[in-house]
C-alpha cells in the first residue's frame, strides 16, 4: 500500500498568510493527488484534482503542485474562512489519504 | 446539483449487523462507480468500499474485507453497505461518496454515525 505522509499535522498562521502544506508519498503516484478541505462537523470539500487542477467553485488562492512522490498544496493569501484541516489523497494505486493538517488561528 | 444523503447509522453492540443507505441525486447514478469512506472521531480518512457501475466487482480494505459489503440498486439510486460482524474500532462518521469527470472523491455525502459499543 502507498504511504502518505503530510507535514506540518499543526499550521498556526495569520490571516494573509501565505501556507504551503506538504504530502509525500512512498512511491511514484503520477499526479494522481487531491486536496481535500474538511471543517468541524462537514463532510470533506474537494479543493485541488490530480495535483493542480482547481475545483469548480473554488478560490484562486488555492494551489497545487507536484510530481513523483512529492506535492504541495499553497494558500496564496489566508481568509478566515480557510480554517479547518486538510487532507491530501492519491488515487494512482489503492486510494490512500495523508492524516491531515490542522490549519488554526495564530 | 449533486445530492448524496446517508442513513442508517446508529448504536449497536459488538459483534453485531447495521446496513448504512446513501441516496444519490442530480446525476445519472447508473454511470459512476460509487464508494464509501469512512473517519473515526477525531482521525483521519479511510477509504472503506468501491462498486463499480453495475455492481459486478467490488473492492475492500483488508481492515473491512469479509465482514462488510457494498451493493448498489440503480433503479433506486441507491449504494449500501452491509457491515457485518462489527467491532469498536469501527466506530466513525461514514460516508458515500462519487467521482467527479476526472477524479475520485470529488463529491461527499454529509455522513452517517456509527458507534459499536456494549
Known amino acids: 500500500d502507498i504511504q502518505m505522509t503530510q507535514s506540518p499535522s499543526l499550521l498556526s498562521a495569520s490571516v494573509g498568510d501565505r501556507v504551503t502544506i506538504n504530502c509525500k508519498a512512498s512511491?511514484?503516484?503520477?499526479?494522481?493527488l487531491n486536496w481535500y478541505q474538511q471543517k468541524l462537523g462537514e463532510a470533506p470539500k474537494l479543493l485541488i484534482y490530480?495535483?493542480?487542477n482547481l475545483q469548480t467553485g473554488i478560490p484562486s488562492r488555492f494551489s497545487g503542485s507536484g510530481s513523483g512522490t512529492d506535492y504541495t498544496l499553497t494558500i496564496s493569501s489566508l481568509q478566515p474562512e480557510d480554517f479547518g484541516t486538510y487532507f491530501c489523497?492519491?488515487?494512482?494505486?489503492?486510494?490512500?489519504f495523508g492524516a491531515g493538517t490542522k490549519l488554526e488561528l495564530k | 446539483e449533486v445530492q448524496l444523503v446517508e442513513t442508517g447509522g446508529g448504536l449497536v453492540q459488538p459483534g453485531r449487523s447495521l446496513k448504512l443507505s446513501c441516496v444519490a441525486s442530480?446525476?445519472?447514478?447508473?454511470?459512476?462507480?460509487m464508494y464509501w469512506i469512512r473517519q473515526a472521531p477525531g482521525k483521519g480518512l479511510e477509504w472503506v468500499s468501491s462498486?463499480?457501475?453495475?455492481?459486478?466487482?467490488?473492492y475492500y480494505p483488508d481492515s473491512v474485507k469479509g465482514r462488510f459489503t457494498i451493493s448498489r440498486d440503480n433503479a433506486e439510486n441507491t449504494v449500501y453497505l452491509q457491515m457485518n460482524s462489527l467491532r469498536s474500532e469501527d466506530t466513525a462518521t461514514y460516508y458515500c461518496?462519487?467521482?467527479?469527470?476526472?477524479?475520485?472523491?470529488?463529491?461527499w455525502g454529509q455522513g452517517t454515525l456509527v458507534t459499536v459499543s456494549s
Open positions: 461518496a462519487k467521482d467527479g469527470i476526472l477524479t475520485r472523491f470529488a463529491y
Open positions: 442530480g446525476f445519472t447514478f447508473s454511470s459512476y462507480w
Open positions: 462498486i463499480n457501475t453495475d455492481g459486478g466487482s467490488t
Open positions: 512511491q511514484n503516484i503520477n499526479k494522481y
Open positions: 490530480n495535483t493542480n
Open positions: 489523497f492519491q488515487h494512482n494505486s489503492w486510494d490512500t
